[in-house]
């Protein structure tokens, strides 16, 4: 088995999950830079083709943003496929080590909170949606 071929159609299936969702897809650090500027409330949701965090992840990115309150903006950067978006992306979560599949919440270009693979790895998708609209409850508006 072509192992390229195979790390392909997870990666695709992977971005497609999350772009289907709603979240827009950040693969150059210029649109990272300006999505991340923008103001108000964003979610950036860090992929990744980890199976166990990410299957737990995307399914949670998915169904935490149903809901009363959510960020203005939904983005994505994919850890290990689009290097430079991530790295440039993760200058942004000041504080916070590297961590994939994760989610890190802005206001401003600035830093309030992440939920990193150690609270996704391990939890259920449920566990992580409640996480998040948490995160929601307390820093976005209603929609």
Known sequence: MDFNLFMGDIVETARTEITGAGYSELKTPEEVKEALEKNGTTLVMVNSTCGCAGGVARPAAASAIH?????????????????????????????????????????????????????????????????????????????
């Open 67 to 143: 809901y009363d309150k959510r960020p203005d903006q939904l983005v994505t950067v994919f850890a290990g496929q689009d290097r430079e978006a991530t790295e440039t992306a993760r200058q942004y979560f000041e504080g916070y080590p590297p961590s994939s599949p994760s989610f890190a919440l802005l206001k401003d270009g600035k830093i309030l909170k992440m939920v990193e693979r150690n609270e996704i790895e391990g939890h259920s998708p449920v566990e992580v949606v409640n996480r998040l609209q948490q995160l929601f409850d307390e820093y976005c508006e209603e929609v």
